[in-house]
């Protein structure tokens, strides 16, 4: 294989809208992680979590060309604000990670909401990796809410513009949250 070749090209994915099939990989691949067991007690407490989310379609799910369970997707449609769409949750497969599966993810939440102007998500800052993934596909910080689900833990509010001219025009709202957070006070 001609070694200059991108990495990623090894690696062919395909998304698809979850079904129960996927309901214990799901939760498997978001509860093996650092996250995962600092926000959930068990696996059942992550399938309490994720019922919802089967239960209104919003799971997707990426396999590779052998169909294996890569890891998933919840795009809530209007989470944000009854707006603009919302990542609640993407988690891949331990043994999946770092291959380019959770940026096709990404890429696929962004892509299923063609008129969406700006995407919005929660990260905590103490999952480096995760918030350093964000900031990497563009995702910037706009507020901080402390104690939002752990007492001591504060969450960050990161949000993504489009960047088409229209809608950073119609949305100065992200304009200003950009400001003051770039000026600390947010
Ligand atoms: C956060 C998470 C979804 C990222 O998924 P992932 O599949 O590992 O993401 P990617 O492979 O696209 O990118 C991650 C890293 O791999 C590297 N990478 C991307 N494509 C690559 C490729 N083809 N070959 C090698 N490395 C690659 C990136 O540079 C990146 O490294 P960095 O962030 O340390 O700089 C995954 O780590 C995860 O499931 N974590 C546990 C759950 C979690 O914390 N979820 C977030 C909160 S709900």
Redesign the pocket.
């Known amino acids: 294989m001609d070694q200059s070749q991108?990495?990623?090209l090894?690696?062919v994915f395909s998304f698809s809208p979850g079904d129960d099939r996927y309901f214990q990989d799901c939760a498997e691949?978001?509860f093996?992680?650092?996250?995962?067991h600092k926000y959930f007690s068990d696996l059942d407490q992550v399938k309490h979590f994720l019922q919802l989310g089967f239960a209104h379609n919003e799971i997707y799910i990426c396999t590779n060309k052998h169909h294996d369970f890569i890891?998933f997707i919840w795009a809530n449609n209007y989470g944000a604000f009854n707006y603009f769409p919302f990542l609640q949750?993407?988690?891949?497969?331990?043994v999946?990670?770092?291959?380019?599966?959770?940026?096709?993810?990404?890429r696929q939440f962004e892509e299923a909401f063609p008129d969406a102007p700006l995407f919005f998500l929660i990260?905590?800052p103490d999952?480096l990796?995760?918030y350093?993934?964000y900031e990497?596909l563009g995702y910037c910080p706009v507020g901080k809410v402390p104690d939002m689900f752990i007492c001591g833990t504060t969450e960050i509010i990161m949000v993504k513009s489009r960047n088409s001219p229209n809608t950073t025009h119609k949305f100065s709202l992200y304009k200003v949250f950009r400001q003051l957070s770039l000026k600390g006070i947010l």
């Open positions: 991108p990495k990623q090894e690696h691949a978001l093996e992680s650092e996250q995962g890891g949750a993407i988690a891949v497969k331990p999946f990670r770092s291959i380019g599966a959770g940026t096709f993810l990404m990260a905590n999952n990796g995760a350093r993934f990497r």
